[in-house]
């Protein structure tokens, strides 16, 4: 499989939360035979944009999974069109998967942000 990595986020450091777990699901795929392009010029399966859903810009022509999350009982309403033009839903807990089943008729599915209990 080839992945288009379309995460926009780049923290200095760990200046965002999702800047580690976007470096650890990186790896993480890669280190399960996955093949990852940036650019829009090589050929790719499907498209992972780990961003927040204001700045969550589908890929035209693919299948689009949005990795994001939220910390709160309801979304911004100006985040429901955005969340809506992505094929799939990838979030951190079972609390986001309920609340944006609210809002997204798709699949949501939980992924942790790659905590390791073990190192």
């Known amino acids: 499989m080839r992945m288009l990595w379309a995460s926009q ?18 790896e993480a795929l ?12 090589e050929p790719f399966d499907i498209a992972v944009h780990i961003v927040t859903p204001e700045r969550f810009v ?3 022509g693919t299948r689009n999974v949005l990795f994001t999350m939220y ?16 094929d799939m ?3 951190p807990c079972r609390n986001n998967r309920d609340l944006f089943r609210n809002y997204f008729p798709g699949p949501v599915e939980v992924c942790g942000l790659g905590i390791d209990p073990a190192l």
């Open 89 to 91: 839903l990838v979030v």
């Open 58 to 60: 589908p890929v035209p």
């Open 30 to 41: 890669v280190m399960a035979g996955v093949t990852i392009v940036e650019s829009l010029d």
């Open 9 to 26: 986020l780049k923290g200095i450091g760990n200046t965002y939360g999702y800047s580690t777990q976007a470096n650890r699901m990186y």
């Open 71 to 86: 910390e709160a009982t309801s979304i911004p309403a100006s985040w429901i069109s955005k969340v809506r033009q992505a």
